[in-house]
């Protein structure tokens, strides 16, 4: 029989262990052990079997143990102590109030598709997940007033588990939000409170609004499985990535518009500040900004200005992170699809659809015009935009040059800042006991101040701290193989080696990502004979620990896998090497510390950053990587070791031979002999010199809490103070944008007429200075409107500037007609080719690049 409905009855607490409520209903648990430890100590058995999941646990628990534990003195003390710890941690000042400044925003808003927090909460696939997780918990940390906002998927991503051939098999398992750390967010009277959206084929599409605690950041959830929705609208918010174009547009109108609305409610139901910086986690949540247009045109109760002046007013607090170097990667609609949406009834009523239609079009060189490009949109809607690292940066200023087509790759308005990850949840807690051992005050929620600690410890205490890491990294992996080896059918009998299969001695190198083809799971596997010789050395073994999904549509990357499984299924290397299915944050917190090296062999430069290879670093493994992401910028030849890369061979099989035996000469000559050489205490002295200069020189950097502050500094606060000067009583934004149409329709007009230089013949020595004097007509614009600019660099072979420098010119005289001469002095300070030239630019304090209006003058060639 099936039921013909369900609910979950809440669990009652007595009231003495309300506190236990209190601490399973913040997510903050997840990155403090202590907390933990609380909860396991409730009943160990229970705590596994719900696989650490505090609201499961509670629900699960006998009411004869709650009792025992409710009378339990110092249970009851822990208790009131950590609850109190929670409090605090909620309630103090940290470094936002402390540190960024009064004129910094009230409150941001952070869009995401998806959010990896921990594996109870299920709502990630990889490496974006992660990285906005990771964002909430360390904005939590620094008291950063951020509110996140995505999508709660009834089904999550899928489980990844084998067949016997080694072919990924997907499961979708339902998850009850009662029975997840949710809270639903109620309306004063206690009725639900919802958004909703007009979709064309049908009513509103509705959607409850879940709200998780990350530490003091709430994030807000929408949740399509309503009663008043039709079963196709209950779908929408069904799985992560799955569903055609139609479906992921719906979602991601979800996202975008359902998100501002349900930011709204959250403001008007519990009086938190209205967001004044909006952030989107890649192009998903672009829709967002379409959404406030709508707020500030047309909105009964928003100041109706036009679409222009809105689009300023939105742009200047909106900030855009692109995540992706790979084409493929990026996401577009039909062209059409956004129409039918827009067109009629539309999500965003009054908004007009050429104008949505213009936000995302490829109307650039090269670019499709039968596609809406969420990237683009992006762009177009966001003053501020960047990368997630230097290299990333650089690749995304080339790839979207079009959007800008009059000005160098190096101008194009895409900055960059690198991502980093969430120490406490990825440092393993026996680093921070060992800290504790010694009585240093680490903050676990701060812990800068651990790395200048790291010289104190000695060598054999970090060696045998890395044994134990590397030990429970083999029993965890055993029980994942043989599990793996059951749910693929083979016998016990068949399976009883995977007890003994790995080597708590032996060095271990990690590979766990998702599996699109740029990531090159299988390059190892370019010379099996080698990689099984490197495997079974008589005395310099190694073994490797490998993961990571294919996307359920992705056949490619399934075939990968089997290879990789059919080569770790030989009876001859299986105690060597193994893929351990599912590759979840469960199987991530004890496999980067328990891995000496970790190996990552992207094809550059399509890795954006990636961010497990921090982890790795956080707990003292060393990196073996092609210098790709954020490993171009911080490898210093001592921290880890760098996979030549052979970037500019065309033919990818050449390619990936180069490189793949570049890789096994690095393990077999540098990588291996280093681990394996042993002073007379038995500890690898040169390598634990490795270890502890990758904590020192690595630890600052790649840590979250610097990621967010740089968003903070660089990205957050300057966008508030743009925005304000907009939107307080919207006269800057009016103007704003009566100076850009004024200046867009000037500008044919606009004529650098002659330029001249005297002061250095062609004997010119460093020192000597330049003067430049140049006239410029303006048409119907005023000196005020632009900028002149001497532009003077090295240059290349076709007279092309490089690492150039601009220098701003002055009026020297005016004439008649509206024409000026502008001067400047320019002093050689290097020596080799020399260039310059001169343009005019849009010049307003309310722009945030040079390149924004895409608009230049420049000497007739
Ligand atoms: C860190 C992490 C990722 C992302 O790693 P990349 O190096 O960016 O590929 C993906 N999945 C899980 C479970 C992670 O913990």
């Known amino acids: 029989m099936r039921a013909i409905r369900r609910f979950t009855v809440r669990p009652v607490l007595p009231d003495a262990l309300a506190p236990l409520s209190v601490l399973a209903g913040n997510l903050r648990w997840s990155w403090h052990p202590p907390t933990q430890d609380l909860f396991a100590d409730i009943d160990p058995g229970l705590w596994e079997d719900v696989h650490r999941d505090p609201v499961r646990l509670l629900a699960a628990v006998s009411s004869e143990r709650l009792g025992e534990v409710a ?28 540190r960024a400044g009064d004129d910094a925003p009230r409150s941001i808003a952070y869009f995401s598709p998806e959010y990896g927090i921990t594996s109870v909460l299920p709502q990630y696939s990889g490496g974006l997940g992660i990285l906005a997780g990771d964002h909430l918990k360390s904005a939590s940390d620094l008291g950063v007033p951020l509110v996140g906002v995505g999508l709660l998927y009834r089904h999550g991503y899928f489980k990844q588990a084998l067949d016997r051939d080694g072919w990924q098999q997907e499961s979708y398992p339902l998850l009850d939000p009662d029975e997840l750390p949710l809270a639903l967010l109620r309306e004063a009277d206690g009725s639900r409170a919802t958004v909703s959206i007009a979709l064309p084929d049908g009513p509103d599409l509705i959607a409850r609004i879940w709200v998780a605690h990350v530490g003091r950041v709430p994030l807000l959830l929408l949740d399509s499985d309503v009663e008043e929705n039709s079963s196709h609208y209950r779908d929408v918010t069904d799985r992560l990535y799955g569903g055609n174009s139609e479906h992921r547009l719906r979602q991601e109108l979800l996202l975008g518009v359902g998100g501002v609305r349900a930011l709204r409610a959250w403001s008007r139901i519990t009086g938190a500040p209205a967001p004044e910086v909006f952030h989107t986690n890649e192009g998903h949540a672009g829709f967002l900004g379409i959404e406030r247009i709508r707020e500030l045109t047309v909105a009964d109760d928003g100041p109706r200005l036009d679409f222009d002046t809105a689009l300023e007013v939105s742009r200047a607090g909106t900030v855009f992170t692109t995540h992706t170097p790979v084409p493929a990667g990026i996401d577009r609609f039909p062209r059409e699809l956004v129409e039918q949406y827009f067109g009629g009834v539309s999500p965003t009523p009054g908004v007009p659809v050429e104008r949505v239609l213009a936000l995302g079009a490829e109307d650039y060189e090269g670019g499709d015009a ?73 903050d676990a929620d701060d812990t800068d101040a651990l790395w200048p600690l790291v010289d104190q410890v000695g060598d054999r205490e970090i060696w045998d701290l890395k044994r134990t890491l590397r030990s429970c990294l083999v029993d965890d992996a055993r ?118 090296v970790w190996l990552n062999n992207p094809l550059r430069p399509y890795e954006a950053c990636g961010t497990s290879g921090m982890k790795a670093a956080l707990n003292g493994g060393l990196n073996l990587s092609i210098l790709d992401g954020w490993w171009d910028e911080w490898y210093d030849g001592d921290n880890g070791w760098a996979i030549p890369s052979a970037d500019g ?7 990936d031979d180069l490189e793949a035996t570049a890789l096994y000469d690095l393990i077999e000559n540098e990588v291996a002999p280093r681990f394996y050489e042993r002073n007379h205490e038995g500890v690898p002295p040169r390598w634990l010199a490795m270890v502890r200069h990758t904590l020192k020189s690595l630890g600052p950097k790649v840590l979250a809490t610097r990621q967010v502050r740089d968003y903070v500094r660089e990205l957050y606060i300057p966008a508030a103070h743009t925005a304000r000067g907009l939107d307080s009583d919207y006269k800057g934004a009016i103007e704003l944008a009566g100076w850009k149409s004024r200046v867009r329709a000037g500008w044919p007009a606009v004529r650098v007429e002659h330029v001249e230089s005297e002061g250095v013949s062609d004997q010119a020595e460093v020192g000597h200075a330049l003067v430049v004097r140049a006239w410029v007509a303006l048409g119907d614009l005023t000196t005020e409107d632009v900028a002149v600019q001497v532009v003077h660099g090295r240059t290349g072979w076709e007279d092309e500037l490089r690492d150039s420098t601009v220098l701003p010119m002055q009026v020297g005289e005016s004439y008649e007609g509206n024409r000026h001469r502008y001067d400047a002095e320019v002093t050689l300070d290097r020596a ?23 608009l230049v003058a420049e000497p007739p060639a």
């Open 71 to 98: 009378r339990d003195d110092a249970f009851m003390e822990r208790l009131t102590r950590l609850h109190d710890d929670l409090q605090r941690y909620l309630g103090e000042d940290r470094w936002y109030a402390r």
């Open 370 to 442: 039968g596609v809406f490009n969420m990237a683009v949109m992006g762009f177009r809607l966001a003053q501020r935009a960047n990368g997630v690292s230097q290299l990333h940066g650089e690749v995304s200023r080339g790839m979207f040059n079009g959007l800008w087509p009059a000005f160098d790759e190096a101008e194009v308005p895409i900055g960059s800042i690198t991502n980093g990850v969430h120490g406490p949840t990825w440092i393993a807690r026996e680093i921070f006991e060992l800290a504790a051992r010694r009585d240093w005050d680490v």
């Open 479 to 596: 029980d994942r193989i043989a599990r793996s080896a059951a749910e693929r059918g083979f016998t016990r009998a068949e399976t009883s080696w995977t007890q003994t299969a790995f080597d708590p001695d032996v060095l271990t190198i990690g590979f766990a990502r998702r599996v699109p083809t740029y990531k090159r799971l299988t390059l190892m596997l370019r010379d099996p004979e080698r990689l099984k010789r490197l495997l079974l050395h008589p005395e310099r073994p190694i073994q490797l620990l490998i993961a990571g999904k294919a996307h359920p549509a992705d056949e490619t990357g399934k075939r990968l896998i089997q290879e990789m499984v059919a080569f770790a299924d030989d009876p001859e290397v299986r105690h060597r090497i193994a893929f351990l299915p599912n590759y979840d944050i469960a199987m991530a917190q004890p496999l980067y510390p328990g891995c000496d």
């Open 649 to 655: 061979i065309d033919d990818p099989e050449r390619r």
């Open 832 to 854: 080799g080719s020399f260039g310059y030239t001169v343009r005019v630019v849009p010049r307003n304090e309310a722009l945030a690049s040079v390149a924004e209006l895409g």
